[in-house]
């Protein structure tokens, strides 16, 4: 009697251990999604940009304003827990009026923006839980610098706290990159999209080998410059 009220005691030893083990790794990972969540709701941009000098604000992904002109060379913009690749943004803002087109880095698909009125369209929007921002960019000489509020993370933070997910991103790294084509297209094997899509990396086949021959024949340039400034004797 003795012996078998020790193996029972022992086995609910055992399952006390094991509850405890599993209690604290899933308070680990509970807080390491909440603490991903804070993280996700400022949303920030940053890249390397030319020309002018611009500014623009944004209340939600669907107003805009702004002014100036400018060209960033290549940035990245977040997401939440996701972030897009931009590649040859061309930015003209003059108050209620604007335009905006680039290549993205997921995909090398063209993307425009433009603005009227304070109403803004774009071409590819992000996760709609991610379209309710409100925040400003900066084109500078050298930079190119972004801050918003994302409100849908908010959201998505306080229904964390409850174990909820809407943004159905717990399980997701953060920077993961995001292509935002497939928030904005239907059937990827449709003839228009794989027309599209043909014609897209055809397109971004010879700007690369154009880029590529361009700095070539600057380089040549240089040297040539280089050789008159300091000729062999």
């Given at each position: ?69 400018g ?28 335009f905006?087109?680039s ?78 084509r ?44 280089e ?7």
């Open positions: 009697m003795n012996e078998r009220c020790h193996v029972i005691s022992r086995n609910f030893l055992h399952f006390v251990l094991l509850l405890s083990v599993l209690s604290v790794s899933s308070g680990c990972t509970y807080a390491k999604r909440r603490a991903l969540d804070l993280t996700d709701i400022v949303d920030v941009r940053y890249g390397i940009s030319y020309g002018l000098a611009g500014v623009k604000a944004e209340i939600t992904d669907y107003s805009a304003a702004g002014l100036g002109v060209y960033s060379k290549t940035g990245q913009e977040w997401y939440g827990r996701r972030v897009a690749g931009v590649l040859n943004e061309c930015f003209f803002h003059f108050v209620t009026f604007g905006e087109d290549t993205t880095t997921e995909g090398y698909h063209n993307a425009t923006s433009v603005s009227a009125m304070f109403l803004q369209y774009r071409e590819y929007r992000p996760p709609l839980i991610d379209r309710f921002r409100v925040g400003a960019e900066v084109l500078l000489p050298v930079i190119h610098l972004g801050l918003y509020l994302n409100t849908g993370e908010v959201y998505d933070f306080l229904a964390g706290l409850a174990n909820a997910d809407p943004a159905g991103d717990d399980d997701i790294s953060k920077g993961e990159s995001i292509d935002l497939e928030f904005n297209e239907g059937d990827p094997n449709d003839p228009q999209t794989i027309a599209r899509d043909k014609a897209e990396k055809e397109w971004a086949m010879k700007e690369a080998q154009r880029l590529a021959e361009q700095y070539e024949m600057e380089e040549k340039a240089k040297q040539e410059r050789k008159r400034k300091n000729p062999t004797p």
